[in-house]
Every structure is written in C-alpha cells, then in structure tokens.
RNA sequence: GCCGAAGUGGCGGAACAGGCAGACGCGCACGACUCAAAAUCGUGAGGGGAAACCCGUGUGGGUUCGAUUCCCACCUUCGGCACCA
C-alpha cells in the first residue's frame, strides 16, 4: 500500500469493490424515502467527452449526497441509441448500425464506468434494443388506439442532408436549420404520422407552475406553446358566405378597415373577381413558390393584392375590401385576419403601402384620438372611440366586455390560439423504431396487433450511398400480409423519431425490457407496476438546456397522455430539473475538433485521476453556468487532494516524538477547530443541497488548509481532530468518492463511507467567540471593534465613540445620528 | 422588434432578506529547501499614493446613514422567439 496518494492505484481498485458489493444496486426500501435521480441518457457516439463528464459527475455528487441524508437512491444510466450516426457509419463502412452502436456502447460503459459514478447499472436500457423499441411501438399503438396518433398530408420540414423529415421543434434560428446538422430546411408535401400534442397545449402551459424547474425552461416551453387568447370572429363576404377571423383584439373591431387572407385560403377563388383573377392567380403562385423562409422574413417589404371581393363588418355592417398577402400565414388561427392598421404594425405597413383607409378607435394614453403615424397597440392605456356602443370603455376592460357582447348577439365567441404545433414523427431513416403501420389495399390503414409487436428492423438492410431509408427496398421488410384479411400488404417504411424514444425511458429503466419475449397486450404495463409504484415520479432531473422545447417538451406531453392511459397517476414526470451549463475549451470557445480545443477526459483522468478531474469540473463556477478548462487550475484540485491525503494519513502514524509525552490541546485551540469544522458543515450541507458545489469545495478546501495549518500543534491530540478528519472525508465522498473511501478505510473503518450518514452540523458550535465589528463614519469603515457576539447597541455605540480614531475623525463635531447593526457595524453620521 | 440571463482583480469565480468587495483556486512576486531545477513549504498583493488618504463591482442617474445587492435610463455579451393576427 502506498503511501503516496496515487490515484491510479486506488481509484480502479474502489470501482472493483463497489461493483463486486453491488454498492449502487438499488432496491425498493419502503422503509426509507426514496429519491429518483435521473440525468439525460448519452447518444452512444462511442467517445465520452468533457461534455458528458460536466453533465453526470455533478448529478452523480447530487445522488450520492441525496443517499447519504438518508434516502434509498435510485441514479441510472442507459443509452439513446437510434439515430443518423449509426446509419451514417453503416454507409461509410459496411457495417449493420446495431454493430456500430454496440461497440460503441461497450466502449461508453467502460468510459462511464471510469468516472466513479453511483450508476445503477442493473436499471440500464438501451433504446435500439429489440426489447426496448417493443414497448416504444406499444406506445405508438396506444397514442393510435387513443386518437393522439394519426397521418396527414401537409407541408413538413425536411432536412435535405439528413434526408428526413423533422418536428417543428427541430428546426432552429431565423435562418430555420436542422437541429443536428445545420443544414437549412425546405418544405415539402407528404402524408406523416404525427401525436396530437396540441390537445395538451393548455395543460403543458399551466402545469410549469406546478414543477421545480428553471424560469428560463418555463419561460420557453410558454413561448414556445404560445397561447393567445382572443376571440373568433364571423364575418360575412358579400356573397354571403362566412368568413371566420381569429385576433386577440376584438375591442378593436370597429377600426378594420380591410382583410386580409392567407394566400392558401380555401375561400380565395370564390371571392376573387373577374378583374382580379390574373393578379391574384399570379400571387398565389408567387407565394407558393417562396419558402416559409422568406415569407417569414420581418423586415420583408408588405406585398399582397386585392382579390375584388369584399366583407361585411358583422359589428357595424360596413363594406370592407378583402386583400390576400403572404405575411398571413394559413397554417395559424384560421388563416385570415381583419386588418386594423391603427392598431396593428403589419396592418399599418400594408394600409400605408397599399393607401388603405386607417382608422382611430383607441385613444392615445392623453386621449389623443387624431391621425397617427404609426400603430398604437399598447393594451394598457387609452379608451374605445368611434366604435358605437363602445365608446369611453377603458382598453384594460375592452377585450373582455367586447367578447361577452359578441357571444351575446351570437356574432363571435372567445377563442384560445396556439403556435405550438403536433408533432410531427416519421423520420425517413433506417435507424429507429419501425412505425407499427401496415397499408393494406382492401382495409386501409391497419395497426400492427399487439401480440406481434416488435416489428423487427431487418439484419440484412443494404444501406445506399443515396442516403436512403434501407427499410423502402427490404422486400422481406417491406411486403406483409394484411392483419385484417390475409391479402397482400405493405408496411410502413418509415420510422419513429428518436425523441419518442427518450420520451418514456425514465419509465422503462424501472424494470428494463420488462416482459422480455413474451407477447404484449392492449392493458399491458410497459414496467413492473410495484416497482414503478415506488420509483415514480422522478425526483430531480439534470441535463443541458438544449433540450427546452424538445425532449423535455415531449416527456412532458408523454407523461399526461400516459396518465390519460391509466398507466400513471401524476401530471408531471420530473418534479425538479436543473440544467448544467456548458463546458468550454480553454479558448473560452465551444469544444471542436475543428478548433483543436478539445480537452479528452481520458487523458486528464490517467494524469490525475477521475477524483480531481470530477472536483475540478465542480469547482470552475456555478454549475448552471458552465465555463472554459483551464488546463492550469485543475492543478489546484489535485494538489488539494494531496493535502488531504497528507493531512489524515500523517494523522494515522504516531505523531509523538520520541521522549516527548503527549500534551493537552487548549480549550481555546479546541473550540477554534470545532467550530471552522461545524462552519464548514453548515456550509457544504447547504450548499450541496443546491448544487452549489463550487463553494462548497471552496469550504472543504478552507476547513482543510485549517486541519494542515494544525496539524503539528497539540490538537491532534483530541478526539474533535479526529471527527474534523472524519467528517472531511464524510463531506468529500460525493464529490470525491474513491480518495474519500480509501482514507476512509485507512483510518480504520470497513464498510464503505458511502453507507455513511451525512455529519450534523451543530449552530451553537459554529458560533464566533468573537466578533469584528466595523466603525464607519458618514458609511466609510474608520476603524473596527473586536467584541463578543450579541452585544448591546447601546454598548456597540458608546464602545465606537470613545474610539481616538472616531474622536479623531469627528474633529469636535456631535454626530447627527449612529445607526447600529448588532454584530455587524456601527455608522456614525456627522456633518 | 419581443422575451430571458449575465457584465466584479491578470484569470475562473466569492459575497446580494442592503452592512468590512474580492472567499477558494489559478497565475504572479519574494523567501525557504536544492549545486541547480522541478516538486513542496512559507509570505505578499484590487488600482493610485512615500504616507495620510483617495478611487474602485459595465455606463449615467436615483432611493438610503450605507448600494456589487433595490429603482430608472442606457451600453455590451450570450440564449430563445419572431409578419402567430
């Protein structure tokens, strides 16, 4: 046994013992709370980065010192292992992506194994398993069965590198690219299974106040949904038919002065005139030939054309012209708007561009009810004017007073309107849980039964340089016979995104491929109810913002539709979440091969060990906020944990010099190192409570320099040195767990320090026995006061004026007025 | 344009129910050990000034005995959304 700290040695020897005492398995306890811990599960890229290491050794300390305050700790690991890489790498080199993604993963287990985390490696479940994707298919059958599930053709978001169509939440920025390649999108038309999340848009809304999660995550995901709360209203055309309007304004009816259709609006051609027909025909291909891109551009000129046609107003029965333009999207509300250019910026521009009629019916905040020059949309200051019964209504009360009275004469109703959209997810990729769907001639769309599920991805799949789905030209994949009645049939090629997948995992790491080989039914439970029934729901959640409006947007929807399911009994699948920050390299840039910044975790841990390397990534900075390596100060870490390992192991040798007898500490020594190591506790415990792990390392690296500083004087001879030992290393096992059990053992115990209870931290021990108390004059600190804690104003004061300094500075003058803080300062004011 | 987060020593950061700005660490300087270096140990430092003191938490105001912390207006950086009616 060395007696040098050599990580090297002992941190693989302590990964060997945990493993061999099955020190992380976790186990249902009714005895004990339990706490679910869960990170977001790794894409099995085969290579664990900086980035991963920032992501799972803090939630690992969280876990660890979650199970040391006494709960039954349940912290699992599996892997996301469909997905374009794999594919990718089977055009590249011939290989089947099955055989990609497993050696990789093999190679990820070792890599994950290296960090010393507490992961529950019996829970694990990997997704592209034919037995994980079974239950994966299972929900897409129910989300089916349930009406959540279903095909339509429209125009979609396809990625031309990755060649497949995306969800609206993987198209990113303004200049609307693919979420994992870059690649700007385009549209196309075609037939896609998509979940009805907008049946939950409410729902998804109002529950974030019911989940610890960070503001900023709430705050996307509301954006995101984009609820818009307004009214529908019927206006009439001419001609008679109904032509409905959505707009959150409806207090500013009166002031529409046109409308405005979508180009794609089914009502177009009706309405159109003779006159107009070539104009509006010519637009209408023009803005279909144009992208959404550009379409959405904001500072794009207005363009639009007037179809001929005109509207009724239903309030004030005034003849208004009707206009298509593209910058009225069909794919929102209802695909036509009236247009109030006194109150709207859009409207305005057009109205301006097109000499449109702009007409006041909301007075400026001054009641300044002239001509503007530009929209006036505030909601919060003015009053309706020139809109008949309504004239003199404040706007705060307009939006509500004007819809009641639409409902009453039976003209429009209050509407709720959404940005959010279904998702959409077919992926036209090979790598990924087949969509249970088979199209039969006679039947139509049939639903593969239950009790055939899994549809096994082929093994044989020939992959094309053309980046094709290899599932279209499997024949043996591809042809089946119909379900229903025997015939000849054709399955769905398409395959499932990858984020339904990872929408449902926390569930299935509670008993991992649960019914294994066996047939599944309709009232099945994709997990072991008792187990789950203990588990569920999880408790504190980590991972990386990126996934805002996505994977957590999705969990989330999973979550109720599974609870509509009856297969759980809560609204919201992850009580807390926190999101780490991201990990940079030394240049203050983001990680790339490309900029050659790329610290490999690898190589740091066989120079320092995964201990400093875990320690160091906690104590860059908070750890939402994420920051760059500094190749250097790691060094402060490791040389830290030299410390402790000189400070407890010399205090396992005989200290006493020969022919010297022991000597007793004073009491004053004594109470000074009880009370930095109950200060000390207080502070970790508190901040470890939080992820602060930064300054609670800072606490650990105080109490420790302390314990070195002392280490020679006559308080080791006493038993407060050897709990301050002890509790030190109690205090560094989460965030240091291999030197922490090896110091552990050496000080004489033999069950791991990770069975351990959290140190109590004792207040009345942690108080100072003395006290600095600062003298300011007109709040500039003149001098300070050394004094017991909890003395008197009166005495603070009176004790501050018979300072010579103070007398000095107040050059005869009487102080105006003393403003005492007890324990803190005494502010003498003067003239 | 709208929404959100953040600006503190040479660097990462600490301290905000308003009360000694700069904990802890890196780097730096000096010293000890060494023939020397590395490692280790010790000491020191926000800037200016010989000192007394003065100035300092993005900028400018304000509230207060007292502001990194609260309020107002800007500037910069990062993130999200964006013709969503």
Redesign the pocket.
Known sequence: MSNKYNPAEIEPKWQQIWAEQQLYKAVEDPERPKWYALTMLPYPSGDLHTGHWYAYTPSDAGARFRRMNGYNVLFPIGFDAFGLPAENAAIKHGAHPAQWTFANIEQMRAQLGRMGAMWAWEHEAVSCDPEYYKWSQWFFRKFYDAGIAYREYAPVDFCPTCNTTLA??Q????D?HCERCGTPVIKKNLEQWKFRITRYADELVEMLDQIEWP??VK??Q???I?R?I?AEVAFHTEQGEPLV?????PDTLWGATFM?L?PEHPLVNAITSTEQRAAVEAYKEQAARMD?IQ?????????GVFTGGYAINPVNNERIPIWI????????????????PAH????F??AQKFGLEIRRVITGPDGAAGPLTEAYDAKDAGEMVNSGPFDGTPVEDAVSKVTAWLEANELGRGAV???LRDWLISRQRMWGAPIPMIYCANCGVVPVPYEDLPVLLPDDAEFRPTGESPLKYHEGFRWVKCPQCGGDAERETDTLDTFMCSSWYQYAYLSPYWKAGQPLKADDMPWEKTVGDYWLPVDQYTGG??H??MHLLYTRFFTKVMRDLGLVDFDEPMLRLFNQGMILGPD?EKMSKSRGNVINPDEVVDRYGADTVRGYLM????WD????W?P?????????L??VW?VVVEAMQVVQPQGKPARTPSPDQLRALERKLHQTILKVTD?MQDF?F??A??????L??YL??VRETDVVNSAIWHSALRDLLLMMAPIFPHIADELWHRQGNTSSIHLQRWPAGDPEKAREAE????V?I?????D?LVVAPGAAKADLEGAALQLS?VT??LEGRAPR?V?V?PD??V?I?AD
């Open positions: 609206r939440e198209v990113w920025g303004d609307r503001e900023r705050v996307m509301t954006n995101w984009g818009s307004g309007i959505f707009t959150t304004r405005v979508a959404e379409r959405g551009a904001v500072d794009k000129e207005k363009t333009a593209d910058y009225v999207m069909m794919g929102y509300g209802t695909g036509a708007i009236m247009a109030v709207d910026a859009r409207d521009a057009f309107n959404y940005r913002i990126e805002a409006t203050g104590f860059i900075g908070p906020q994420g920051g760059p500094d250097q100060a790691i060094e402060g870490v490791y040389r830290f030299q410390r000189v901040d602060r930064n300054t390392i800072a606490a650990l690296m105080e420790n320099n070195y500083k006290i600095t108390v600062v300011q007109n709040g500039k600190v003149r300070r300094s000095k500075w007025r403003i803080v803190k300062l502010n004011v």
